[in-house]
């Protein structure tokens, strides 16, 4: 299926590895430029030329913590005047620390709410002008499969990630009449550097992902690039009429029946 992504113009945001990258790699395969942005320079430079490598089509870095709101601002606007449009956002960002309710204080809560909630407001806002004037767009935010289902210490992510289905539902409401569309992608486990390091390091490595792959239907833990085909999906022609939904990508981990 041709996606009919090609030379759309995409910002793939905390890219420079795991599901942003994944994200970025699927677009940049299916012919869009894409902009991919995350803090360390370095890194996000490596991530660009090894993507641009493997598809042979435009990828630029730019390094930006999407917390800081001028410099998210500059990257859109960067964005924005060198291609002349935005088609496609990617809202990701590192994910909040675990740990029980009564270890987090105010300084916590609040650096959950510009990282993972304020931060996906933000762009969406900056961006919609430039989809607008574009004729439409396609805004998927990266959750987590703990706003369908219970996940032990996660009450920051949760907490914002609801927030996110949220503002996702009334964004995808207000953005219809501008062919906009905005959905939320809820992962279970996928194997990422984000899980690679909560797991005992060395020859225990593969015992610990047979157990965890035991509490999963398709028996394995998720691939980055499964996720990545699904944004690909959702940012295409194709998926012009869905919006407003929250998608899970968990092998069919999660216990909850809606
Ligand atoms: N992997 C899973 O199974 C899973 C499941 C549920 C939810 N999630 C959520 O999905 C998101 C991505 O997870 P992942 O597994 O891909 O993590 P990861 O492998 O650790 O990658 C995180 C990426 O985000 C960037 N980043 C972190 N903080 C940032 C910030 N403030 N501004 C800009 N970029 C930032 C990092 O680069 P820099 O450090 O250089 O900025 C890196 O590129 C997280 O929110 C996570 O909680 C993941």
Redesign the pocket.
């Known amino acids: 299926m041709d996606l009919k992504l090609t030379n759309k113009v995409a910002i793939v945001?905390?890219?420079?590895?795991?599901?942003?990258?994944a994200v970025a790699l699927a677009l940049s395969a299916e012919g869009a430029i894409v902009v991919i942005?995350?803090?360390?320079a370095n890194?996000?430079n490596k991530t660009a030329a090894e993507i641009q490598a493997q598809t042979g089509n435009r990828v630029i870095a730019i390094p930006?913590?999407?917390?800081d709101s001028e410099q998210v601002k500059k990257l859109i606007k960067q964005t924005a005047g060198t291609f002349g449009r935005i088609d496609i956002l990617l809202n990701?960002?590192?994910?909040p620390p675990f740990d029980k309710f009564e270890n987090f204080d105010d300084e916590a809560w609040q650096k959950a709410f510009e990282?993972?909630l304020l931060s996906f407001a933000r762009t969406a806002r900056e961006i919609l002008p430039h989809m607008q004037n574009a004729g439409g767009g396609r805004i998927v935010n990266?959750?987590?499969?703990s706003v369908k289902s219970v996940l032990n210490n996660s009450v920051l992510?949760t907490a914002m990630r609801m927030g996110v289905v949220g503002m996702a539902k009334l964004m995808a409401d207000e953005f219809g009449p501008y062919q906009v569309t905005v959905n939320n992608i809820a992962?279970?486990?996928?194997l990422?550097?984000?899980?690679k390091d909560t797991l005992p390091q060395g020859a225990d490595t593969e015992q610990a992902l047979k157990e965890k792959a035991k509490s999963i239907p398709l028996g394995r833990i998720g691939k980055p690039e499964e996720l990545g085909a699904l944004v690909a999906f959702l940012a295409s022609e194709q998926a012009a009429y869905i919006s407003g939904t929250t998608i899970q990508i968990d092998g069919g981990a999660s216990r909850a029946i809606f």
């Open positions: 945001l905390a890219a420079s590895k795991g599901l942003g990258k942005s995350s803090r360390n890194e996000l930006a913590d999407v917390s990701n960002a590192g994910g990282v993972n990266i959750i987590s499969g992510s992962p279970g486990l996928i990422t550097d984000r899980i």
